[in-house]
T-cell receptor, first 112, second 113 residues
C-alpha cells in the first residue's frame, strides 16, 4: 500500500461530532475513490473524484457525508454529526486513469 | 443488490495444496475483474486481474479463470503457503466506470502448516 497515504489511521469521535478523513494519492494519480467497509462486509464504493470535480457520488449517503479533492492538497471525506452506524474502515484508492486502483491502509473510524 | 458474490466466507487448506476461491457476478456489463488480498488493519493489495476478452491469466502461483457464460471466476493458488492466509476479495468494474470497483464480501483463507 505504499504511496497512497491516509490519515489518521484511527479516529474516535463522539456522536454528533465531525470526522475528517484525509487521502493523499500516489504521485501522478489524478483519480481518487473512497470506499467504506462495515464490519464483516466487503468494501462498498462511496465516491469518485478527480481534481476539483466529483465524478460519481452515487455511493454516498444523501446526508452528512461530503467529499472533495482540491487542486492542492489531499482528498477529504467529511462526515458531519457522526452516528454509531458510521463506525467502519474507510479506504481511499487512487489511479492514474487505469482500471486498477492502489489502496491506502485505511482510516478506522469509531463513534462512541 | 449484491452484484458480486463470494459464497464461501472461509476456506482452510493445507500448506502445499491448491486453494480455490470462487466468485460469481450478475452484472453482464462487468468487463474487468480483479482479486485483492487483505491483511487485518491494512488496505487491500492487488493480486491479479483478468479482462473479459480472456478466460485465464496466470502470474506465478496465482491463476484466475473467467467463465463469462456462467458469470463465474475463480482464483487458484498453488502451492498454498501459510503467508497466503488473508481475506481475498473479488472485484469487478465496467469500462464506463473507470476504476470504480464492486467488491464481493470476501473469503478468509487459512493455510495450515
Amino acid at each position: 500500500n505504499a504511496g497512497v497515504m491516509q490519515n489518521p489511521r484511527h479516529l474516535v469521535r463522539r456522536r454528533g461530532q465531525e470526522a475528517r478523513l484525509r487521502c493523499s494519492p500516489m504521485k501522478g494519480h489524478s483519480h481518487v475513490y473512497w470506499y467504506r467497509q462495515l464490519p464483516e462486509e466487503g468494501l462498498k464504493f462511496m465516491v469518485y473524484l478527480q481534481k476539483e470535480n466529483i465524478i460519481d457520488e452515487s455511493g454516498m449517503p444523501k446526508e452528512r457525508f461530503s467529499a472533495e479533492f482540491p487542486k492542492e492538497g489531499p482528498s477529504i471525506l467529511r462526515i458531519q454529526q457522526v452516528v454509531r452506524g458510521d463506525s467502519a474502515a474507510y479506504f481511499c484508492a487512487s489511479s492514474p486513469s487505469s482500471r486498477r486502483g492502489t489502496f491506502g491502509s485505511g482510516t478506522r473510524l469509531t463513534v462512541v | 443488490d449484491q452484484q458480486v458474490k463470494q459464497n464461501s466466507p472461509s476456506l482452510s487448506v493445507q500448506e502445499g495444496r491448491i486453494s480455490i476461491l470462487n466468485c460469481d457476478y450478475t452484472n453482464s456489463m462487468f468487463d474487468y475483474f480483479l482479486w485483492y488480498k487483505k491483511y487485518p488493519a491494512e488496505g487491500p493489495t492487488f493480486l491479479i486481474s483478468i479482462s473479459s476478452i480472456k478466460d485465464k491469466n496466470e502470474d506465478g502461483r496465482f491463476t484466475v479463470f473467467l467463465n463469462k457464460s456462467a458469470k463465474h471466476l475463480s482464483l487458484h493458488i498453488v502451492p498454498s503457503q501459510p503467508g497466503d492466509s488473508a481475506v481475498y476479495f473479488c472485484a469487478a468494474s465496467e469500462e464506463t466506470s473507470g476504476s470504480r470497483l464492486t467488491f464481493g464480501e470476501g473469503t478468509q483463507l487459512t493455510v495450515n502448516p
